[in-house]
């Protein structure tokens, strides 16, 4: 990413000299630009910032406070600063610095659909700046892999819950299929018991009925004379 680091507003040429010796938002804003460019930052913010008190609507100042905020990774304060100065500026040149460093600052965050509209906004002001159509290029390609990178973490997901939903049925028709079993097994246990039961009972019959025979065929080969059994 490319920031647009060269001031705005340093139209200097025909600068009255301030009388008395009083400074103008003007003299502010040449002491800011020369303490930007020997990279004094936090200096030149100050010189800004006097320079807007005595001159509020200069979208110039606002626009290079921007930037020395921004130079000191204050970007949030540095975006407030932009938005101001795009809403007071009506020179498409200037227009376009504003909503490039404003893409910048987006890009950064990693807000690219706003950082793009941002870039689109400068290159419909300024159509010819090459650093903004490649910034504008840039973004685009990071949020087309973003999209694609979000687009397979939630196909992912989706296996992942497939998967889950896959094994929780396997669990619960092994479960079913156990309990069917135990309710067979149950059942012929059941069974097997009604059936031995049975035989039991007709094993003792059998039983009881062998000693009858038995006591009969004694009593017949002894003489006696069986009563009738009513």
Request: hydrophobic share 30%; charged share 25%.
């Amino acid at each position: 990413m490319v920031m647009k680091r060269y001031m705005l507003g340093m139209l200097l040429c025909g600068v009255a000299m301030a009388s008395f010796g009083q400074k103008t938002a003007r003299d502010y804003m040449r002491g800011g630009n020369k303490l930007y460019n020997d990279s004094l930052f936090v200096k030149a913010d100050v010189d800004y910032r006097k320079a807007l008190e005595q001159e509020p609507g200069s979208a110039d100042a606002m626009f290079n406070l921007g930037n020395a905020l921004l130079m000191q990774q204050k970007a949030k304060e540095a975006m407030e600063q932009y938005n101001a100065a795009s809403k007071l500026e009506k020179d498409k040149t200037k227009l376009s610095h504003i909503f490039h460093n404003m893409g910048v600052i987006l890009q950064s965050s990693k807000q690219l659909p706003q950082c793009i509209e941002a870039y689109k906004e400068a290159l419909r002001n300024n159509p010819h700046d090459n650093e903004t159509r490649y910034n504008l290029a840039l973004a685009q390609k990071q949020l087309k892999d973003q999209q694609q990178q979000q687009q397979n973490q939630d196909q992912n997901q989706q296996n992942q819950e497939q998967k889950q939903d896959d094994n929780q049925q396997n669990k619960d028709q092994q479960d079913q299929n156990k309990q069917n079993q135990q309710n067979n097994n149950q059942q012929q246990q059941s069974q097997m018991s009604k059936e031995n039961a049975e035989q039991l009972l007709n094993a003792v019959m059998q039983d009881e009925k062998n000693v009858q025979d038995k006591v009969k065929k004694h009593l017949q080969m002894n003489g006696k004379k069986l009563e009738k059994d009513w």
